[in-house]
């Protein structure tokens, strides 16, 4: 007859460490996350973009680059100044 010989992976000490290990990194986790009130609270600064394009403003590419710099400036602040230089 043949025994069996069953070898557990992780025994119950190292099975202990992991869990502890895991819950300590997961613990610690938000104190390194970037950041948190000091983000909020922070005074906004104002800036400007400067974007040059080879389209002119009256091609479909060009009414699709003022659009979406519409909704740039819209959703962060940031003016944008776009040059048109055609082709």
Known sequence: MK??????????KMKKSIIALLVL?????????QGGAEATTAKKETANLVYWTMWNEAE????????????????????????FNGR
């Open 3 to 12: 025994s069996k010989l069953r070898v557990s992976i992780l025994g119950g």
């Open 25 to 33: 990194v997961f613990a610690l986790t938000p104190m390194f996350a």
């Open 60 to 83: 479909p590419q060009g009414t699709v680059i003022a659009e979406a710099v519409e909704a740039f400036t819209k959703a962060t602040g940031i003016k944008v100044d776009v040059q």
